[in-house]
């Protein structure tokens, strides 16, 4: 909901979001690693709790924190758009434990 109420604007991306993405990104390529080492050795627990951290902890009360525009604000195209591309990446990895809800 909060995403969807964004009102997005042609503008430069503030150097603050993109400080942001690229600071996320680098949370996604270090999850993707962590993840992939706990599958192969089939520790699935810390495998969701890797999942539930990032998209929690580090997308839901930082990430979207501090990319968030002013109130009445629009946000710029890029940064909406990665958001966006973070949120199919978090769901894509949460679904081989929760297919019924990521579908």
């Known amino acids: 909901r ?4 964004w009102e997005v604007a042609d503008e430069e991306q503030p ?8 600071w996320f990104e680098a949370q996604l390529v270090k999850a993707h690693a962590e993840l992939d080492d706990l599958f192969s ?4 627990s810390e495998a969701l709790m890797t999942v539930y951290r990032l998209f929690w902890d580090e997308f839901s009360s930082w990430y979207l924190e501090l ?12 940064t909406y758009e990665r958001t966006l591309a973070f949120f199919e990446e978090l769901l894509t990895m949460l679904h081989p434990f929760m297919p019924f809800i990521t579908e």
């Not at 050795?41 to 699935?44: A, G, Q, T, V």
Request: hydrophobic share 30%; glycine share 8%.
């Open 2 to 5: 909060l995403v969807k109420g």
């Open 15 to 22: 150097k603050a979001a993109e400080t942001a993405t690229r």
């Open 41 to 44: 050795k089939y520790r699935l």
């Open 67 to 78: 990319v968030k525009p002013a109130y009445g604000q629009p946000i710029d195209r890029t």
